[in-house]
């Protein structure tokens, strides 16, 4: 846990339109606890079973994303609290999202996430895809999800102009499908882009989340 670097990235993206998730997967609950003092209330985890703990075990105030693969069968575990679903890439994902959500009485906002990197173990939806989905008559029929933005990871490497790249072409997917599908819903704002090693470029391309883990946890 590092506080001073904590300060210093919330310094650091004050002059950009994003909020910092916090990532605190694999981490402790006295180190999230410990972040709370400092006044963070968003806290990203990847796995269902630790964030459904952690959500029992700390303050009920916080904001807990979603940022990992998620199960359809695990959705249900989730849908009582969790704020923000970053990692939704099918319709029958959503579709399960939706019924639990309505069973909570809830509308769940999520975020669609697009394959951007190389790597073919990256989860996510093609741009096609993307566009199958929003066009189809079954995701029409979900009144209790919201999709908030996009979200992507970029491929993990240290050439900057590939991940500026990366990120850059999710940012125009993200403006042409705001602009075809989601124009009158102010809603459709959030862009989550950048991790520990490239939040920096993701701020410079739109970011509208951060999700950095190590820079204020430790290495995992
Ligand atoms: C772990 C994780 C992060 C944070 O990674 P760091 O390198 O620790 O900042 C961000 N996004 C996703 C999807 C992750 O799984």
């Known amino acids: ?63 807990w994303h979603l940022i990992g693969h998620l199960q359809t069968n695990k959705v249900k575990y989730l849908t009582p609290f969790v704020a923000v679903i970053h990692s939704v890439d099918s319709i029958k994902l959503l579709q399960e999202i939706n019924k639990q959500a309505e069973r909570n009485n809830r509308v769940i906002d999520c975020l669609l996430q697009i394959s951007i990197a190389d790597e073919e173990t990256k989860f996510g939806l093609s741009e096609e895809e993307l566009h199958q989905l929003l066009s189809s008559k079954e995701f029409l029929l979900l009144k209790n999800i919201r999709i908030c933005g996009l979200m992507g990871m970029a491929t993990n490497t240290t050439d900057e102009k590939k991940i500026g790249t990366e990120f850059s072409n999710l940012k125009k997917l993200f403006e042409m499908v705001k602009q075809k599908y989601f124009a009158y819903q102010s809603y459709f704002k959030e862009l989550s882009i950048g991790m520990s090693s490239d939040y920096k470029i993701a701020l410079q391309n739109g970011a509208t989340l951060i999700r950095v883990g190590s820079i204020i946890f430790g290495d995992r």
């Open 1 to 63: 846990m590092n506080t001073e670097k904590y300060k210093q990235l919330i310094d650091e993206i004050k002059p950009f339109n994003a909020k910092l998730i916090a990532v605190s997967k694999t981490k402790p609950v006295e180190d999230i606890s410990q972040l709370y003092n400092e006044g963070q209330r968003i806290f990203g985890e990847n796995k269902v079973q630790e964030m459904v703990w952690k959500h029992e075990a700390l303050p009920k105030d916080i904001e």
